[in-house]
């Protein structure tokens, strides 16, 4: 699925096969936000692994970044997640200590300031998730998100498109419409998504 094919399905809703009310950029903007508000919602939809060599303590943040998810490992060896707090009770001189990581810790008010611990000796392989900003530039670019959110992505468009022209009258209530058509679908989607990995988690447990 191609901004392209987007762009054509636009072309039928809008009634506008010239660009004449909305032009090319324009909707291609509206389809970035679309895509910005998906992530946020379903940070999942943007997980991407970022591998990169360094002694410093702290993650580095690859330039499409929008939220940390957890690092995979340090060094070549898997590592966890430990409570700042906890981490602060058993080693509380850990924000000085250096050596091979063995764990990876944040601050409970700034979750994307994330610290390796202890902070490398010297430079190491480091592998994180991260939950990337999803965005297209040109009409060819393919969606980075599965084509199964082509309907979400054209009911936000419209929202936004409609929201333009619906001074009041119908226009205005078409983007009222798409606006909660979106929002609707893509709760009624987050909540079937949250049920099957607890099933999923529950299947896991009973092993």
Not at 16 to 37: F, K, R, V
Not at 63 to 70: A, G, L, N, P
Not at 151 to 175: C, P, W
Request: charged share 20%; proline share 4%.
């Amino acid at each position: 699925m191609t901004v392209q094919d987007i762009l054509d399905r636009l072309k039928v809703a809008l009634v506008d096969e010239s660009h004449t009310l909305w032009t090319e950029a324009e909707l291609l903007g509206y389809i970035n936000d679309a895509l910005s508000a998906l992530v946020i919602a379903r940070p999942d939809l943007g997980f991407k692994t970022h591998s990169y060599n360094s002694a410093s303590k702290s993650i580095e943040k690859p330039t499409d970044y929008y939220r940390f998810e957890t690092v995979q490992s340090a060094g070549g060896i898997a590592i966890q997640f430990v409570d700042i707090h906890k981490l602060n009770q058993l080693e509380p001189t850990w924000r000085t200590a250096t050596g091979m990581p063995y764990c990876w810790t944040r601050y409970d008010d700034h979750v994307d300031e994330v610290f390796l611990v202890p902070a490398p000796s010297e430079a190491i392989d480091i592998e994180i998730i991260y939950s990337a900003h999803l965005a297209v530039s040109i009409i060819t670019d393919v969606l980075p998100v599965p084509a199964i959110y082509e309907g979400l992505i054209l009911d936000f468009v419209l929202y936004r498109a409609f929201s333009k022209t619906g001074q009041g009258g119908s226009d205005m209530n078409k983007a009222l419409s798409h606006q909660n058509s979106f929002y609707s679908t893509l709760g009624q989607k987050q909540q079937v998504d949250i049920s099957r990995l607890q099933l999923q988690e529950k299947k896991e447990n009973s092993r």
